[in-house]
């Protein structure tokens, strides 16, 4: 019965989707904006890029004397794809959701100052894998300019360090906009690392992964970074002991212990002594189970604590771990994935507010405290049919819910993608423990994914 109930929602949302969609599939129009001194620029090139397969440009067109583009493209709202403005050398990205035929992008001029790129926090995730740790990390950065200005430098505007014996996986960053975008690295020797990505004003952020050896189930990492950072955490399985000077336990996060510390310099070297093992996946959650999965985290992503004040809980890691985790374990098809339920949470119904939301590319956005830009979106810069829906935020005045069939449709599709999500990463560790063959994890992989692809296209 419960499968058949989800299989109703993700139909009626495919339903939903493919009508919200059908006046503008094909077609995007939009302006391109100077956020620096809010002017129209002209000349400017755009691309369309497909997600599917990779970063793929499929169109590009430049922008005319009132700094206006247009796209007409057959797969426009048929999947996720990105829109790119290129500016003096740095690429600008912003998200092409479905049911919008009018997407406005904002460039910045660029800047080298340091209130440009200030690291708030940075994330260790670690995850045992047999014989190998995989290590996922990821920095929290905001640009604070004034004027605004893009903090970029195409030698490498931010640097990392791996340990010794590390192989890199893969590097990712996002901006204001939310979406990760893959990035290449710069090899500056001696296991360090860099990135040339513009950082916006607002809130950014780049994440790593890599793995090291893990012989006899335990490691010792070494740690640094060029930047200070107002926090550090660490993440691990409850299995996985982890043991570094400095760091306190600050409870559990979906399922991961959490260790914490505050106020670290810049060069600071952070020594993390690991052992233990994962603990073993579930073997009746694989990618069928539908939203039932989504309940068995629990938490939503609350810190239970420990010690005097047991009981209470507090908000630690709301989201960023779980986008972490996958990135860790699933590569670019992890991407791909988180790309799918970003774009979802953009909900055509709902009027998007500009740039400003801070964690990763599968939230919810969230306002920024500033404003990222002094000019104004084009007029028609709307979701399509946006006069005429209703509004997706249920009437807090209201004692019981007064939610519409559409509104109540998005939260329920919603929690069958967040538990697809939740499967799909299961799946993953079920194939590293063995518990799964090769032949079963490729097609509940695929299985699951299209699911995914066929509730964005409609």
Do not use: C
């Not at 670290?264 to 069928?288: E, H, K, M, R, Y």
């Not at 985290?297 to 604590?305: E, I, S, T, V």
């Amino acid at each position: 019965m419960k499968r058949i109930k989800i299989l109703n929602f993700l139909a009626a949302a495919s339903l939903a989707l493919a009508i919200a969609a059908s006046a503008s599939a094909g077609t995007v129009t939009g302006v391109v904006h100077n956020g620096t001194n809010g002017k129209l620029v002209a000349g400017v090139d755009v691309y369309l890029i497909q997600l599917q397969g990779g970063m793929q440009v499929v169109a590009n067109t430049k922008t005319d004397s009132q700094g206006r583009y247009h796209f007409d493209y057959p797969a426009i709202g048929q999947g996720p794809m990105l829109l790119r403005a290129a500016y003096q050398g740095v690429n600008f990205h912003q998200p092409l959701t479905p049911g919008r035929d009018t997407v406005d992008l904002t460039v910045y001029e660029k800047t080298k100052n340091p209130l440009a790129r200030q690291v708030t926090s940075r994330l260790i995730v670690l995850q045992p894998n047999g014989t190998s740790l995989l290590v996922g990390e990821e920095y929290t950065i905001e640009n604070q300019s004034q004027p605004p200005a893009a903090f970029y430098d195409e030698q490498g505007d931010f640097e990392f360090q791996v340990p010794a014996g590390a192989d890199m996986n893969q590097v990712s960053a996002w901006g204001p906009s939310g979406m990760p975008i893959v990035l290449g690295t710069i090899d500056k020797g001696k296991n360090r690392y860099a990135i040339a990505y513009a950082f916006q004003p607002g809130d950014n952020g780049v994440r790593i992964s890599y793995q090291v050896p893990y012989g006899s189930n335990s490691a010792n990492l070494l740690l640094a970074s060029p930047y200070d950072a107002q926090r550090m955490l660490i993440a691990a399985p409850p299995t996985v002991q982890v043991s570094s000077e400095g760091f306190q336990p600050a409870g559990s996060d979906q399922g991961y212990s959490v260790y914490s510390h505050e106020q670290l310099p810049a060069g600071f070297p952070v020594q993390i002594a690991v052992s233990g093992t994962a603990p073993p996946p579930s073997d009746d959650t694989n990618a069928g189970n539908g939203a039932g999965g989504a309940a068995e985290n629990g938490g939503g992503g609350r810190d239970q604590l420990n010690g005097p004040d047991a009981g209470q809980t507090v908000q630690v890691l709301p989201t960023r771990l779980d986008s972490l985790r996958w990135v860790l374990i699933g590569g670019f098809a992890a991407i791909f994935v988180l790309g799918l339920v970003y774009l979802w949470r953009r909900p055509v119904a709902a009027v998007v507010a500009g740039p400003g939301h801070a964690d990763i590319a599968v939230q919810t956005p969230r306002p920024s405290s500033r404003s990222n830009s002094p000019v104004e979106p084009s007029p028609e810069a709307r979701p399509v049919g946006a006069g005429a829906a209703p509004s997706v935020a249920p009437s807090a005045s209201s004692g019981t819910s007064s939610s519409t069939p559409t509104e109540q449709m998005n939260r329920e599709v919603g929690e069958s993608l967040d538990a697809l999500k939740d499967n799909l990463f299961k799946l993953e560790l079920r194939r590293q423990a063995g518990t799964i063959s090769e032949e079963d994890y490729a097609r509940e992989r695929a299985r699951t994914e299209k699911i995914l692809r066929d509730l964005l296209r409609g």
